[in-house]
């Protein structure tokens, strides 16, 4: 089953679809572009401030589920496409 979630440490947090099975979870797949301005605040690090989800621009899309290839994209990913 893959369900979707955020990763939080104190440097910001990633979106993530996360695999989950009877021995646990973990994610399959972070975000590579969140929302700009409103998620994805860049300048936060350059003020010495943390927060913010950070973007994996050069993550792999393409996930196995069940055997098959399955490109996922989250929330402004799709708007981009």
Same mark, same amino acid.
């Not at 089953?1 to 972070?30: C, E, L, T």
């Not at 994996?56 to 989250?74: D, E, K």
């Given at each position: 089953?893959?369900a !979707?979630?955020?990763?939080?440490d +104190? %440097? !910001?947090?990633?979106?993530?679809?996360v %695999?989950v099975? $009877?021995d *646990?979870g973990?994610p399959g797949? @972070? &975000? $590579?572009m969140?929302? +700009?301005?409103?998620? =994805? &605040? +860049? =300048?936060?690090s =350059?003020? !010495?401030r943390s927060g913010g989800a @950070?973007?994996?621009?050069?993550a792999?899309? #393409?996930?196995a589920v %069940? *055997?098959?290839r399955?490109?996922t994209? #989250?929330?402004?990913? &799709?708007?981009?496409?």
């Amino acid at each position: 089953m893959f369900a !979707g979630a955020s990763v939080v440490d +104190p %440097a !910001g947090y990633d979106n993530v679809m996360v %695999a989950v099975n $009877r021995d *646990g979870g973990s994610p399959g797949y @972070r &975000q $590579r572009m969140p929302v +700009p301005v409103s998620m =994805w &605040q +860049p =300048w936060l690090s =350059w003020l !010495g401030r943390s927060g913010g989800a @950070r973007a994996n621009f050069f993550a792999n899309p #393409i996930v196995a589920v %069940a *055997g098959a290839r399955v490109a996922t994209l #989250i929330c402004y990913e &799709q708007l981009l496409t």
